[in-house]
């Protein structure tokens, strides 16, 4: 097995007191709209690739709101992420407008920031630092592995 650290983006779009959360079909948690940094490509471009093939909408990245190291054992051993947080506004899209996902295995929903808990926010610290950081001018950093 190759230890691999996956390198992820993430998109945090709020409208008032929600922000836009995804799932899976048929999954308990959620997450904030992104994925992967392919090689060679900076990290707030793909942060608006990703919207535009997940949802098919442009954005505008407003700000660096912090990075998150998730690690979680898997039935091969060990997985780790390390997850950067994009501020992006997202002209046209808001609670009166759901979004329509342009990939089958994607559903979004707003979802109210006071109850990230019960949306099953992964990775989970996120749902603890992220109102924080949303209202803190300075990036954060949180990590689910605990430190030796």
């Known amino acids: 097995m190759v230890a691999l650290i996956e390198l992820i983006v993430r998109a945090v779009i709020a409208t008032g007191d929600r922000i836009l959360v995804a799932r899976k079909p048929g999954a308990a948690h959620t997450f904030l709209p992104g994925g992967h940094v392919e090689p060679g490509e900076p990290a707030a471009a793909a942060v608006l690739r990703e919207l535009r093939e997940e949802l098919g909408m442009t954005g505008r990245v407003e ?26 506004t997202a002209p046209g899209l808001g609670l009166a407008t759901p979004p329509v996902p342009r990939e089958p295995h994607l559903q979004f929903f707003w979802h109210p920031l006071d109850r990230l808990n019960d949306a099953r926010l992964e990775p989970w610290i996120l749902r603890t630092v992220l109102p924080g950081w949303l209202a803190s001018d300075g990036p954060g950093w949180a990590s689910t592995l605990a430190v030796q």
């Open 63 to 88: 700000r660096f709101l912090g990075a998150v190291e998730h690690g979680w054992r898997t039935a091969d051993g060990a997985a780790h992420e390390l997850n950067l947080l994009f501020l992006v």
